[in-house]
Structures are given as C-alpha cells and as structure tokens.
T-cell receptor
Framework: AQSVTQLDSHVSVSEGTPVLLRCNYSSSYSPSLFWYVQHPNKGLQLLLKYTSAATLVKGINGFEAEFKKSETSFHLTKPSAHMSDAAEYFCVVSDRYGNKLVFGAGTILRVKS | DTAVSQTPKYLVTQMGNDKSIKCEQNLGHDTMYWYKQDSKKFLKIMFSYNNKELIINETVPNRFSPKSPDKAHLNLHINSLELGDSAVYFC??????????????FGPGTRLTVL
C-alpha cells in the first residue's frame, strides 16, 4: 500500500534561512504527490502538487519540491523562511486508483526571529 | 466569501449523545469529503461523495452517517458518541473525484471532544 513518511516531526529555522522539510514515499506505481500547509485553527491549503510532469514543482509563497524517483523522496524547500511560514506541513500521496489521499504525520515548522 | 465552511467549530459532548457537524461549500464543486484527524495528527479519509452519491466509505463505524442533501452540503451525523470519536473533523471539496489531479479545498475543522 502507498504511504508517506515525514522524517521530522518538528523543524526550527531562523527567519531568512532556508527551509527543508523531508518526505519519503512508498508506492508501487507512479504517484501523485502533494504538500499541504495548515496554519493554526485553519483548514489545510494546497502548497503544490506533482502529477508526473516536471519533477521540480513550484508552489505558492516561494515553496518548491523536487520529485526524485530514485530516492522515493519529495522534499519541500524554500530559500528564505518568513515568520508567516510557521505552520504544520503535510506530505500527501494519492492512492493507486486516484480515489483518496494518504497523509503523512505532519511536520511543524517553527520560524525564529 | 468562505469557500468551505463547517459548523460548529468546537463541539463538547457526553458519551452516548448524538451530534451533527455541518459542511457547506460555495465553490460549485461536485465532490465533498470528510476526514478525521486524530490526536497524533494523522488525517484519514472517512467518506467521499460525488454529486450526492457515496463514493468512498473507509470502513467507518455505522454510527457515522453522512448526509448530502445537495451538492453544496455534506453533513456528518454521529450516533452514540464514544471517547475514541474525539478528534478534529475536516470537510473538503474538489471539482470532481479525480483525487490525483483535482485540488481539495479544506474547511477550518470541527474539534469534537467526547467526555
């Protein structure tokens, strides 16, 4: 069955420094992969998605992610963190039949001033 | 101009009670979903409806009964509430039921606490 593993439950960075949130997936087929962000007391918002086109995907708010099949990874990056980036981030994979999304456990990003 | 709204935002109730959570989307989408986020923050699909028809029922106890009176609404009714039902419940919608490509838009969540 397909699954995602987010390698860090918490990540702390200083404002203006790069962000790296790591995600590995397990799938026996070519998956669709997503990153969602959840700000406190808000619903989840799509940051970006990979659907078998370009392997480097650009999303909103300066985030991007690279699909690496050889490493089964889909890490999320941003060159320079902003205070407003503090939130929880979920890596997500669609199931084989495209019927449902499978969520990772989430990574809480803290941004220090 | 909220896209996906849920009511109530917080719900505290006693074991054994029956409660409902309402969800409405004004995006004109055909597909709606209910997710449960447990205390460990894992989000899991419970149900999905496409054009008022049930598509996915992810082995949820039959105490949970979704009701879709029209495409814009998907309500969740829970009978005989148990302690383990305590969680945050998220409603979502998408244009169609192409999960791999159609973006899902989430509501703000309903935090249910069963005492």
């Amino acid at each position: 069955a397909q699954s995602v593993t987010q390698l860090d439950s918490h990540v702390s960075v200083s404002e203006g420094t790069p962000v790296l949130l790591r995600c590995n997936y397990s799938s026996s087929y070519s998956p669709s992969l997503f990153w969602y962000v959840q700000h406190p007391n808000k619903g989840l918002q799509l940051l970006l998605k990979y659907t078998s086109a370009a392997t480097l995907v650009k999303g909103i708010n300066g985030f991007e992610a690279e699909f690496k099949k050889s490493e089964t990874s889909f890490h999320l990056t941003k060159p320079s963190a902003h205070m407003s980036d503090a939130a929880e981030y979920f890596c997500v994979v669609s199931d084989r039949y495209g019927n449902k999304l499978v969520f990772g456990a989430g990574t809480i990003l803290r941004v220090k001033s | 101009d909220t896209a996906v709204s849920q009511t109530p935002k917080y719900l505290v109730t006693q074991m054994g009670n029956d409660k409902s959570i309402k969800c409405e989307q004004n995006l004109g989408h055909d597909t709606m979903y209910w997710y449960k986020q447990d205390s460990k923050k894992f989000l899991k699909i419970m149900f999905s409806y496409n054009n008022k028809e049930l598509i996915i029922n992810e082995t949820v106890p039959n105490r949970f009964s979704p009701k879709s009176p029209d495409k814009a609404h998907l309500n969740l009714h829970i009978n005989s509430l148990e302690l383990g039902d305590s969680a945050v419940y998220f409603c979502a919608s998408s244009r169609a039921h192409r999960v791999s490509t159609d973006t899902q838009y989430f509501g703000p969540g309903t935090r249910l606490t069963v005492l």
